[in-house]
């Protein structure tokens, strides 16, 4: 058990490396951009030919299939956790709110989210920014929905530092209901990083359970990226 802990534990710990590949055109492409940016940009998670997997332990399941309100994406874990991932270029001058839906059909354990061991989230959504062409130029904030703490709490990414934790929601699992979010990007990354960010040069899903050996449920619709 220990030896697969400190795997996992390595796994998780370098989850940023093939995203920097992912990033490696996007951040020239943006880098050199002067073209307007829409005012609004939606992903689809059911578009899967345009995500690219990350994995970490195992696969988590993601199906594209009826989620009670239209057509989804169904995420599931099995002591799994691995990520989908889309290089984007959206400009946070003109599109800062992010705003996407999801259901929470099975959470993991209730636990220490802040620790290694606690590590497991049935939703995650990340937006991340690449500064620079090194490691620690990517930072994230990712939007999670809770089970231990209240929402609106942030915290660091027990693996990467710089991948900061949102509760956007916090609570028990409502399995069949559609939850709404609605998040202020350039704040967010302000609170966490102290910095002005003008861009995400990246956006990812995952719902993970490796490192409680739970088996997690979950649900993502169309995330945007809009005006103010």
Known sequence: MQVRQQSDMSLKTGWFLPVLGLLAMTYGLAARSDAAQPPETTLSPMDLGLWQEQ?????TL????DGGQ???LHATADASASALCRNVDVDLKAAPIAHWGWRLDRPPPR???RGRAGDDQGLRV??????????SSILAIQYVWSQSEPAG???ANAFVPNAHEVAA????AMPGLWKEERRDLQADFRAAFGQEIDRVDAVCI???GDQTGALVEGWYGDITLQAR
């Open 55 to 59: 994995p970490f332990v195992g696969h």
């Open 62 to 65: 993601y199906r594209a299939e």
């Open 70 to 72: 239209g057509l989804a």
């Open 111 to 113: 636990g220490d989210e």
């Open 126 to 135: 990340s937006f991340l920014y690449r500064g620079g062409t090194t490691l």
């Open 153 to 155: 709490t942030q915290w």
């Open 169 to 172: 929601r916090s609570g028990p």
């Open 206 to 208: 995952m719902t993970d």
